[in-house]
């Protein structure tokens, strides 16, 4: 293990930040060896912020087994042992913390009957923190609880204050605030963890209380804060070590089918939710249909700056998919569409279509707000009158459709009133009421967001809310520790049933099921058999879930069998919940639905299949055709290339392995992740240790990954991101003219070209072994029907790019035996004259004519006027006629090879023919164009310019 420690104190003071980032090896526990997993990456967070020199490891077990003696002791034969300590923020996919020392207990507790929390809680000493902020700080310990006699609140009994503070929420002054606060912002809250070295622990959230800018302390925190060791009550001072998660936040959140399936398909159309759907299904089906790379990118793009089904426009908006992101990036910046055909460019489209057509099944394309939950008893006046109110100042005041995720039941959508008013009045980013309000949704607040809908945008949706039947009667039982021993603490902690029986209840809500009673046997904490909804029943269990991180209390997995198998039996109406995780689902073919279920989901997933499309885009399966396109004449050393050589074979290992992991564990993309943030933190290192520029070691990364014959070349694109887009906005300075061969292979070679505009695309093609760049075209600006054109000629490979796009002029000036063109000049529009006709005027020979030979080719005086010639096939030769303005023959003789390719078989031609040299024995001929001027042909015979090479290869 490495820590990377960094201090930036304060001048003349006893305060700063620290910057850590860690590496943990990961010792798999079952087969006793290290495991070739990439290490797991740590950022500011209070373990190693507190204990940097400490030696911790990851030991691992598969998530699904009941040994718990896979986590003992782990002895190296240097003789150092590890321990299990505590848990990592990984614990449920098997995931833990060791040590060489262990610290967990010093935080939760040396008692045995205390252990649990080190796997409970032991999460929270790993959470990544935005930053890490030390300092000296006078503070109290209260008690939110705490009341005084006549039962008001007083939650510090030392000093005989109320703070106002709440369940894991304190209070700082308007200085701790603003220090804490990444916009310096003292009425922003933030979610927190603190510690006090080898004594406590503690996270919440935190907000300005102006009461303590008069007072001695900065800093009250209440006991239900601290998740191990509970400080006393009272004034304290210590140097304690503040991380901020987050700041208060107005971020988005899809509804998704846990929201829609309680509501009748008749009331979603009426709220314009379906006809945005439709919308939304009809402008990617017509942008697919364009198989136009770039208008798929905009839509991305829209897709991210847009706020659907929100009247209050805001700017923080949180995108699902890492990746999306930095490819609207990628695409916006390639001004000259080098990468539009690059594997890992098209591989990442398709699977982001694939995702927004999963997305528009789930959510009808229908974004909802979401904000930090605090806890302001100011509002349980209300509450106890019957009446539900809010404050969150970043929407106008007004009704507005409050839901948690994920929901229990349709009570779990109510329709609260938003007034500015309470104690985040001035707060953004926030919503707040009362904890008992809170509780009602089933959820406990210490920064958990609620998501919100306009409910005057939603209007029949609210209706409905304000209609429904009774709340069934769900419980939220107490939380309860966990009994036995660390390890067998650690082994029961990994499962979580929470995407169970949220798939359960929608199998029972889209069969109109929750009413059935069913006989549930004993389970969990369930002592006896009893007979219950099946509905509430699971709507229980969906709570013990959500508890299940913080509590021992147990599912009753045997009363979910139960349910499990009766749906089995009774019903088949929801085969998309489950085909919506399939990798072919929206890529391959529609999603399965049933043609006869009624309820909601089932008919939005229909509306989604009508427009489905498959994807049809062009990519170049070699990323090796890529090797030269960017980063070309940047310097680099063999030991450069050799790294990034090694570390690419490293990196695709390992990314198999996690997308093999993830395919096996419901597309969960956390190894991906981890993976993705062990490269970026190697390259980050690389550019801090070598002292060579970043441009340079990405172009050492860019011509390695360019080297393999499979894959995407992703590596390149994780971690020179910023390096990649400066390269692009660069683009090519032009295009210059290219010869183009092997045009009869196609249907450009049955005809003839002269400056007719063609719109290219430039690829990859691997044919005989060798890898080309071949040029597709059309006549069609807005065709994406392209025809192979031909190949780029060898030589001039340095000058265009796969994937590259333009427009130009096409020029015969190549032939087949058969009269076909085989070779063309693509010449820019805007290239001078000069140019054309350097390339397309006739410049051939030298032909050399015998006395005896030849005579009347001999004989005559070559003087350069306009003669017509016509190239006829004899044999294997083609034979030159040439005419007088009468028609004449006047001789004829066999052109050399590779000039013979340079006329239209049995077409005439204008040309002139200059003599170069006689002797007494003999002639020299030269050929020229018949429209080339007198001046030309002097300067070319005067300055030595030598006739053009045979295939017309000029080189650029």
Request: with cysteine; glycine share 6%.
């Amino acid at each position: 293990m490495t820590t990377y420690f960094k201090n930036f104190r304060f001048p003349e003071s006893n305060d700063g930040f620290i910057f850590t980032e860690t590496e943990l090896l990961i010792w798999d526990c079952v087969k006793r060896q290290w495991s070739a997993d990439p290490p797991v990456v740590y950022r500011n967070n209070l373990l190693f912020g507190n204990h940097p020199y400490h030696v911790f490891i990851i030991g691992q077990i598969p998530k699904n087994t009941k040994n718990p003696e896979f986590l003992n002791k782990i002895v190296f034969e240097s003789g150092l042992v590890f321990e299990l300590d505590l848990a990592s923020n990984s614990r449920t996919h098997g995931r833990f913390t060791f040590a060489n020392k262990p610290v967990g207990d010093r935080y939760f507790g040396r008692r045995p009957e205390d252990a649990w929390r080190r796997i409970i809680y032991g999460s929270i000493l790993h959470t990544t923190c935005r930053q890490l902020y030390y300092a000296p700080v006078e503070y109290i310990i209260g008690d939110d609880e705490n009341l005084t006699s006549d039962g008001v609140p007083m939650d510090d009994p030392t000093n005989g204050l109320h703070w106002e503070t709440s369940d894991s929420h304190g209070k700082a002054s308007s200085y701790l605030m603003r220090t804490l606060s990444q916009d310096d912002d003292p009425d922003r809250p933030v979610q927190f963890r603190i510690g006090l070295f080898n004594y406590w622990c503690a996270k919440g959230t935190l907000a300005k209380n102006p009461a303590l800018n008069d007072s001695p302390w900065d800093l009250v925190l209440t006991l239900s804060s601290f998740k191990g060791n509970k400080p006393p009550l009272g004034n304290k001072s210590d140097k304690l070590l503040i991380g901020t998660v987050q700041d208060a936040f107005d971020g988005v959140s899809n509804p998704g089918w846990m929201l829609w399936q309680w509501f009748r398909f008749e009331d979603l159309e009426r709220d314009g939710i379906i006809s945005t759907l439709r919308s939304k299904c009809y402008r990617l089906s017509k942008a697919l249909e364009l198989n136009n790379i770039k208008a798929i990118a905009d839509l991305f793009r829209i897709q991210i700056e847009e706020s659907d089904g929100l009247e209050i426009p805001h700017e923080n908006i949180v995108e699902e998919d890492v990746y999306v992101d930095n490819l609207v990036k990628i695409i916006q910046a390639d001004k000259d569409s080098l990468l539009l055909r690059h594997p890992y460019v098209v591989q990442r489209i398709l699977d982001r279509v694939q995702g927004l057509w999963i997305s528009l099944a789930k959510t009808c394309g229908i974004r909802a707000r979401r904000f930090m939950t605090m806890p302001d008893e100011y509002f349980q006046q209300y509450y106890q009158q019957g009446f539900r109110y809010f404050c969150c100042s970043s929407l106008p005041e007004g009704k507005y459709i409050v839901y948690p995720f994920p929901m229990r039941h349709w009570g779990d959508a109510q329709v609260w009133t938003n007034v500015h008013k309470g104690q985040f009045a001035d707060s953004p980013g926030t919503m707040a009421t009362s904890l008992q309000q809170y509780a009602d949704l089933g959820r406990d607040f210490d920064g958990d967001p609620i998501q919100v809908l306009p409910a005057n945008q939603f209007s029949n949706i609210a209706s409905a809310i304000k209609a429904q039947r009774p709340v069934p009667p769900t419980d939220k039982p107490s939380k309860i520790p966990l009994e036995g021993t660390l390890q067998e603490i650690a082994v029961g902690s990994m499962t979580n049933l929470t995407g169970v029986c949220a798939t359960l209840l929608a199998r029972i809500q889209a069969a109109d099921l929750f009413d059935v009673v069913l006989r549930i046997p004993a389970g969990g904490d369930q002592l006896e058999e009893k007979q219950v909804a099946i509905g509430i029943f699971v709507g229980d269990q969906l709570q013990i879930a959500v508890d299940s991180l913080k509590s021992a209390r147990p599912n009753n997995e045997a009363g979910l069998k139960v349910v499990t198998d009766f749906l089995n039996e009774v019903e088949s109406f929801t085969p998309w919940i489950k085909d919506l995780k399939a990798g072919t689902c929206y890529r391959d073919r529609p999603c399965n639905v049933n043609p006869d279920a009624r309820d909601v989901m089932s008919d939005i997933v229909r509306i989604v299949n009508s427009h489905w499309r498959p994807i049809n885009f062009t990519i170049d399966e070699q990323p090796r055709s890529y090797h030269d396109v960017l980063f070309a004449g940047v310097p680099t050393t063999v030991d450069m290339e050799q790294h990034a050589t090694e570390y690419r074979n490293w990196y695709r290992k390992e990314m198999g392995k996690a997308l093999e992991w993830k395919r096996k564990n419901g597309g969960s993309s956390v190894r991906v992740r981890l993976l993705v943030a062990s490269a970026k933190q190697h390259w980050e290192r690389l550019l801090a240790d070598s002292r060579i520029d970043a441009r340079n070691w990405a172009a050492a990364f860019w011509r390695s990954t360019h080297k393999a014959e499979t894959g995407t070349a992703g590596l390149v694109f994780v971690i020179c991101l910023r390096q990649i887009l400066e390269e692009l906005r660069k683009g090519v300075s032009e295009v210059r003219p290219l010869d183009i061969y092997n045009v009869q292979k196609g249907s450009f070679g049955n005809q003839f070209w002269w400056g007719e505009t063609v719109h290219c695309e430039v690829y990859g093609k691997e044919e005989g072994g060798r890898n080309r760049l071949a040029i597709a075209a059309s006549l069609d600006p807005s065709s994406s029907n392209k025809q192979f054109l031909g190949y780029v000629a060898d030589r001039q490979r340095s000058l265009v790019s796969s994937g590259m796009r333009f427009e130009t002029q096409a020029y015969s000036y190549r032939y087949a035996r058969d009269g076909k063109t085989s070779g063309v000049w693509l010449i820019p529009k805007e290239a001078p004259d000069s140019d054309r006709q350097r390339l397309l005027w006739l410049d051939i020979g030298i032909y050399t004519f015998n006395k005896e030979g030849s005579p009347s080719t001999y004989e005559r005086n070559w003087t350069g006027k306009r003669l017509n010639a016509i190239a006829v096939v004899a044999g294997d030769a083609v034979v030159l006629k040439v005419l007088d303005q009468n028609g004449t023959q006047i001789t004829a003789f066999r052109l050399l090879r590779g000039h013979d390719t340079r006329f239209i078989p049995d077409r005439y031609r204008e040309i002139k023919i200059i003599e170069t040299k006689r002797t007494s024995e003999f002639v020299k001929l030269r050929i020229f164009e018949g429209r080339m001027p007198a001046k030309e042909i002097d300067k070319r015979l005067n300055s030595g310019i030598p006739p053009s090479p045979p295939a017309g290869g000029h080189v650029f």
